[in-house]
């Protein structure tokens, strides 16, 4: 390998490098928030200059044209509240990534461009994201091992492409928006399962992060699969636990789950059944 291309190397491994330590800032911070509704918001403020975007809008359950939760960037928001139905049914269509990612397990981050080639340019999609947004080019970030419904979020920009660094960023910042997003639905779970102006995790000084250990240990899952949800370490997720053990005056798994119960932190069993269709 030639000094040049050594060293070309060198500053892309250095960017990327640099991309995942301000991402990782961005996860930490958000994993510190205690209300499920901003922690997307958050992240959408930092992500898209990272990845070389400028606007982004994030999907959090289906993308499909009748349905879905769209977050949509406060600068753009105005012009999206004047879209008439039809337009924001293309929006939520999510061509061309929608009908790719259903089609098999691949969740790797795709342009428009690579994905559609030259008939991107002439859709109707890219029409309305330049009419709306300005933007000439989109990146698909979908959440890694989701299934269906298919999550993320897209990234656009105006001018030329994403380029293959771009696309190398957002896979590195994959599992940090995992673990935000797992962090955002447990959050969910506590808030349906507590009353409106009751915070116990604040009376037992449980942080945001034991508080989701908490909720998977209620799961009956493993150290290992806990530290896979979340995206830490077995030896975190033990000293997270021990933690909660202290914090709780419990010895054992079995009897935390039963105080975190009582104590309204976890939903008990037969909540869980009453909430149930």
Same mark, same amino acid.
Do not use: F, K, Q, T
């Given at each position: 390998m030639g000094t040049t291309a050594y060293a070309a190397d060198e500053r892309r491994w250095n960017v990327l490098g640099n991309v995942y330590e301000r991402g990782l800032s961005v996860a930490v911070a958000a994993l510190h928030e205690? /209300?499920? @509704?901003? $922690?997307w918001p958050l992240v959408a403020s930092a992500l898209p200059e990272l990845c070389g975007g400028e606007n982004l809008i994030y999907k959090l359950d289906d993308w499909n044209e009748a349905e879905g939760t769209v977050g949509i960037p406060s600068e753009v928001a105005a012009a999206f509240a004047r879209l008439g139905d039809e337009d924001l049914a293309l929006l939520r269509a999510g061509y061309p990534f929608a009908r790719h990612y259903a089609a098999g397990p691949d969740r790797a981050p795709l342009t428009a461009r690579r994905r559609a080639g030259r008939a991107w340019s002439s859709s109707p999609t890219a029409r309305l994201i330049g009419e709306v947004m300005g933007a000439d080019h989109v990146l698909a970030i979908p959440l890694p091992r989701t299934t269906a419904p298919i999550t993320g979020c897209m990234i656009y920009r105006s001018g030329r492409d994403f380029t293959d660094d771009h696309v190398r960023a957002a896979q590195k910042l994959q599992p940090l928006l995992a673990a935000v997003e797992q962090q955002r639905q447990l959050l969910e779970? $506590?808030?349906? +399962?507590? @009353?409106? +102006?009751? /915070?116990?995790?604040? /009376?037992c000084a449980l942080t945001p992060r034991e508080l989701s250990v908490l909720l998977l240990l209620t799961d009956a899952l493993t150290a290992a699969a806990i530290g896979r949800r979340l995206g830490i370490s077995d030896r975190t997720v033990h000293k997270h636990v021990e933690n909660i053990y202290r914090k709780l005056g419990t010895r054992d798994r079995i009897s935390t789950v039963l105080r975190a119960q009582r104590l309204g932190l976890v939903p008990t069993p037969s909540a869980t059944a009453r909430s149930q269709p």
């Open positions: 205690r /209300d499920p @509704e901003r $922690l779970r $506590l808030r349906r +399962s507590a @009353e409106p +102006s009751v /915070d116990p995790a604040a /009376d």
